[in-house]
């Protein structure tokens, strides 16, 4: 991708006029934050310590099962609501009636889920939950390229993955902070209330059915249709590289929890608590997080290379990860995750801004960003199996 003027993914003026971008970001950030706190709360600290006190002898076992599951689920959940909200038609518009349900039915998952009691029912309502989160996270991405210039995709870009790190300092803080049932129903709660928020402040223009109808084809077609991104070189290229980073990234991360209770020691960390002690180091590393992010997104409107600095990031994140293989005390620990933090901020906004520029179908956006975002959720399937043969074995 040579330059910002030469790529795609470039919105129809209609519906880049119907509100302020700068207004439409501000709000979407909240929502952004909400739904990636839910995502950061449950899986670093609710779930495992969850999971841990149903059955403690067999906890990386069904925590690598259980997002294992979910992440079919989520990868479901993504494309389901990339493609229904490309479909939709209402007076509320293609995105907002998808965002709305998807946080309704998220809350009410997450309601079922800090009563669970047993593995199989925890894995039942957690599946349910991320598809319907997935489906949220799906609806609200199209809505960057759907809504935001592309001369200021970068800058959107940086405050929609903003609420990745803000995310997990609230997500993490909530969950360390509150009890397994306080913190379910806060988290809920949250996504709702900043959902409602977002659809009734930045309303969007209604939506039309098309003038003529396409022509009925075979399923064979549809399906190949449906994953024609894939004809583009430059968005299998986005596909893969994302896909590759984010195994690596969901390897480490899934087992923060255990990593530092089994491999550093509990006795180890600050006050003896893994708890306290997984929301210092996510703390740290998500400020960390956000320097980077902020200034990111200026970076690829400014400088027009996104695809450099993807490369940049990602090498940056990879360095630090060696550290525990030499020393792991508590203060490297930290150093790691301060490391990893500030590169995966500048990754996360740069990344997203690269995605929306590979889109091949302005009439699909939300379908191909949803195909892009299977390269986010799919490596929770494989990476969490990968990482507990890994901690069986070694």
Known sequence: IPDLASVGGTAPASRLSDVPYQKLLLWLLPAATANYALFQGLQAI????????????????????????????????????????????????????SLVLAALASALFIALMAGASTIFTLAIFACALWFFANYYQAVMTAILPDRVPLEHRGIGASILALGVPFGVL????????????????????????TTLAFAAIVREPPSVRAAVRPPRVAMAQRLSAFFSGFRY??????FIGRAL???????????????????????NLPGGNV?????????????????????????????????????IASLGMAAPMIIPLFTAPWPAMVVMQTLVGFFFGAYMAIDLALMTMVLPDPDAEGRDMAILAVAVSGPQIFSPAAAAGIIAQF
Not at 233 to 238: E, K
Not at 280 to 295: L, N
Request: hydrophobic share 50%; glycine share 8%.
């Open 46 to 97: 609710i779930l495992p310590h969850q999971i841990e006190m149903i059955d403690p002898a067999q906890k990386v076992a069904n925590l690598g099962l259980i997002t294992a599951l979910s992440g079919i689920t989520a990868v479901a959940g993504l494309l389901a609501g990339g493609t229904i909200s490309d479909r939709t038609v209402s007076r509320w518009g293609k995105r907002t009636p």
């Open 170 to 193: 609230v997500g993490v803080n909530i969950a360390a902070q509150t009890g397994q049932r306080a913190g379910y129903l806060t988290l809920a709660a949250l996504l709702v209330v």
């Open 233 to 238: 070189r430059d968005f299998n290229l986005a």
């Open 245 to 267: 980073m984010f195994f690596a990234i969901f390897s480490i991360t899934g087992y923060t929890y255990y990593i530092l209770q089994d491999y550093v020691g509990a006795a």
């Open 275 to 311: 708890q306290t002690a997984v929301s210092i180091m996510i703390s740290v590393q998500m400020i960390a997080c956000m320097i980077s992010t902020a200034a990111s997104g200026w970076l690829v409107d400014r400088f027009k290379c996104p695809k450099r600095l993807v490369v």
